[in-house]
């Protein structure tokens, strides 16, 4: 049982190239989420997803995009990265989205835009 | 808005030296849960506090929920090296009415 996985672990990317990260859950879990987090500001939720085929934006969708195609995966989307983009990157699950529910985090992407 | 503030953003400390961090609300939280982030690593769920003045211990770690339930604070008593990282407090609120983490305290703790 891995848990939350992470693909890949560090990347760096150059202005205006395109990339994605992976996310796999092994909880069948229906909620997932993408953070971003930034020195001094926490985390701060990207996109979200409630189930197979649906996603919904957060606080920071803007420079994004999320695919929720299996249940048990949810990609995020740079299309032309820019150097605010720079961060750690965190996806993380839970098995519902109640105000109760716990969320596992996977061991993030570190991202790098130069 | 809400808002939530989490006080201090950074705390160094010597071993065996008792440290708190508070997490302030400008409106009432329905829950508030607590995250553990080790230097590197992920954030990891400690526990979720959700009654009026609610107290609850994990050995060394004594999380309160304050009666107006608009504040909380994690106390750790006697610091080890072990507790060194940010800690997060996280509530469910805003447009998206999804967790939102505040901005943590970083602990420092010197052997």
């Known amino acids: 049982n891995a848990g939350v996985t992470q693909t890949p672990k560090f990347r760096v990317l150059k202005t205006g190239q395109s990339m994605t990260l992976l996310c796999a859950q092994d909880?069948?879990?229906?909620?997932m989420y993408w953070y971003r987090q930034d020195p001094g500001m926490g985390l701060r939720l990207i996109h979200y997803?409630?189930?197979?085929?649906?996603?919904a934006k957060g606080e920071v969708p803007d420079g994004y995009n999320v695919s929720r195609l299996k249940k048990q995966n949810f990609l995020l989307g740079l299309e032309s990265a820019a150097p605010s983009q720079t961060s750690v990157y965190f996806c993380?699950?839970?098995?519902?989205?109640?105000?109760?529910?716990?969320?596992?985090f996977g061991p993030g992407t570190r991202l790098l835009v130069l | 808005g809400q808002q939530v503030m989490q006080i201090p953003q950074y705390q160094h400390v010597q071993e065996g030296e008792d440290f708190t961090t508070y997490c302030n609300s400008s409106?009432?939280?329905?829950?508030i849960q607590w995250y553990k982030q080790r230097p590197g690593g992920h954030p990891v769920f400690l526990i979720q506090?959700?009654?009026?003045?609610e107290v609850k211990k994990q050995k060394r770690l004594t999380f309160q929920f304050g009666e107006a339930k608009k504040n909380s604070s994690l106390h750790i008593t006697a610091t080890q090296t072990t507790d060194v990282g940010t800690y997060f407090c996280?509530?469910?609120?805003?447009?998206?009415?999804?967790?939102?983490f505040g901005t943590g305290t970083l602990l420092a703790v010197q052997p």
């Open positions: 993380a699950s839970s098995s519902t989205g109640t105000r109760s529910e716990t969320q596992y």
């Open positions: 909880m069948n879990h229906e909620y």
């Open positions: 997803s409630v189930g197979e085929g649906t996603t």
């Open positions: 409106t009432t939280l329905s829950n």
């Open positions: 506090l959700v009654k009026s003045g």
């Open positions: 996280a509530y469910y609120g805003g447009a998206t009415n999804k967790l939102i």
